[in-house]
């Protein structure tokens, strides 16, 4: 083995951050994914040097006729990628976090992937409560209105006993006093709900369809730490993030017939079979299980889009993702720990707008920030200490209309 493999000490938690970003859509510790298992993977190749000549271009290596690399492309008939712009240092703290990964049974110890109660909205435990003080606002203001009627009745009773003439109490119903504020208070609480719903009429916050097949969130990008570019590939580069095709499903789904996962539980807590599941993937695309090839033509997978915005509002995906430096948890909220996916954020003008007030933009070192020369110098000068969306222009009407 040559000596630069030994200089530096290799580093798992820096091997875990480059395996999530670079390997764990193909690759798992313990399972067969896209590629093979990486439990003891340096134990398989004869040289450490060819295999990181491995990583760094499959395809140079598969030329020199390697035995091995050759039985690899061969086994999974898919050509490992590239990646040039991993060093040997990156290489041996992945290889350090496998190891380390591999001594832990794999590293899914102490996840919980179950959810036999699922939990509920925080929204939807506000609106329970509002409605419930309502109620007994409503019930109590009824019975207010009773006990001034008792005491008016009661009054006359002791007026009547002392011989003091007092005329006879006026029912509730026909008091114009009680009358005017009921038709107050109604009109109120009517404007207050109609108001409401002016403001929220086209939103779809916690809209939560149900989908063709069941995805679990949870399972992939969550438990499986696959990337969510993998998938969206489209977020960093165009407008819309994009549903990913069938053939992305397959890449992984090729290998993957069964879910061995924890349970899987609906919004409404009913169990499901993940296995069934990617048999419903099969059907879609024409994919035999057992042949292990496509016997039957494929027809698109009917997805039902969850979060829309109106038709005359502009927003870039790639733009939030790559010059705003966000992460999908900002609009999407816990997009991992959720099995159905729903809308976590209003997605309303305000929101948006809020969003942009309150929010530092990732100034220093940003190409796409370059042409604000004098934020760059008073940020230098230290007459401001950050740059908001707000302050390049993230609050004008033609930024987001048009």
Known sequence: MIASFSVRAADPSKGKALF????????????????????????????????????????????????????????????????????????????????????????????????????????????????????????????????????????????????????????????????ALVILVMFMVGGYFTINGAIGLGRQKDYMPEQPIFFSHKVHPGMNQINCLYCHAGAEKSKHAMIPSENICMNCHKVISEYSGGDLFNAEGKKINGTAEIAKLYEYVGWDANAKAYTKPGKPIPWTKIHNLPDHVYFNHSQHVVAGKQQCQTCHGPITEEDEVHQFADLSMGWCINCHRTTKVQFADNKYYSIFEKFHQDVKDGKIDSVTVEMVGGTECQKCHY
């Open 20 to 179: 999530q970003s670079n390997c764990a859509s193909c690759h798992n510790v313990q399972k067969k994914l896209t590629g093979p298992a990486l439990a003891g993977v340096e134990g398989r190749w004869s040289d450490k040097k060819l295999l990181h000549q491995w990583i760094h271009n499959s395809a140079a290596v598969l030329a020199t006729g390697d035995q091995y690399a050759n039985a690899l492309y061969n086994e999974y008939k898919i050509s490992m990628p590239p990646f040039p712009s991993l060093s040997d240092a990156d290489v041996d703290d992945i290889l350090a976090y496998i190891a380390q990964q591999e001594a832990q049974g794999g590293g899914d110890k102490g996840k919980d992937n179950s959810n036999p109660n699922p939990t509920q909205n925080p929204e939807e435990g506000s609106a329970n409560n509002s409605l419930l003080f309502g109620i007994i606002t409503l019930i109590l203001a009824v019975v207010a209105l009773i006990l001034l009627q008792i005491n008016s009745n009661l009054n006359k009773l002791a007026a009547d006993k002392e011989g003091v003439a007092v005329p006879e109490p006026v029912p509730f119903y026909k008091n114009k006093a009680y009358i």
